[in-house]
């Protein structure tokens, strides 16, 4: 089994417990709205306060809750199967410190990148390497073990790990996209209802296919798959 097929064979896996998922629980498609929602109204009211200096602390702090409270809720689906109301709530405090974190340690590569003279590269291609260095990230936070000042570390040491199956699954999300977009660009006013399903269906995608690469590793699963 070569690194392609392998990676091919964790889709379809990962997209079977995907679908699975979504039909037991369907309430993970559409309720990530909630968080969007206050996102939205936390960047146009927030500013209206006249908090002044401590305006993006605040507003990190809110953010990082509410993410907080959404992978709580991708975690309970992914592991246990399940979602209660009050977990919406009550997840609000459990990634929030690693989120937080996580968010001013981005927001400082981004400053520093500018400050060393890299403003040379165009923004959209800083943008996507950043994207591209901490694309796992947000399963890291909720998915793993690792505390806030081991995150880091294991994002780059999964990417190592499994740059091959993460990033090609990845790109297919991509394609997946292009679809949504085209339907969207001529029914605007189903743009945002496909764009909150199909970024909810990536999500939970990318959940299970981490939950797979996290706990295996190339040489385990080709071992595995000669032995069934």
Do not use: C
């Not at 399903?197 to 040489?219: D, E």
């Amino acid at each position: 089994m070569n690194p392609i097929t392998d990676a091919l064979k964790l889709g379809e896996n990962a997209l079977k417990e995907t679908l699975a998922l979504i039909k037991k629980v369907p309430h993970l498609i559409w309720i990530p709205i909630i968080h969007l929602s206050a996102m939205l109204l936390i960047l146009r009211f927030l500013p209206l306060m006249g908090l002044g200096m401590i305006n993006s602390l605040v507003t990190g702090l809110l953010m990082a809750g509410i993410l907080s409270s959404y992978f709580y809720l991708l975690h309970q689906g992914i592991y246990y199967k399940r979602l209660k109301w009050q977990d919406v709530f009550h997840g609000i405090r459990v990634y929030a410190l690693e989120i937080w974190i996580a968010l001013l340690v981005l927001n400082l590569a981004g400053y520093a990148i500018n400050l060393l003279g890299f403003n040379r590269i165009p923004l959209p291609v800083a943008n996507l390497m950043m994207l591209v260095l901490f694309n796992p990230l947000p399963e890291v936070i909720y998915l793993s073990e690792y505390a806030y000042n081991d995150l880091f570390f294991y994002n780059f040491a999964f990417i190592r790990r499994n740059f091959i199956p993460w990033y090609t699954l990845n790109a297919l999300l991509l394609v997946l996209l292009v679809p949504v977009m085209i339907i969207g660009a001529s029914v605007p006013v189903l743009f945002n209802i496909l764009m909150v399903v199909y970024l909810s269906f990536a999500m939970i995608f990318r959940g299970f296919l981490f939950k797979v690469l996290h706990r295996t590793n190339y040489r385990k699963r080709v071992f595995s798959q000669y032995n069934r």
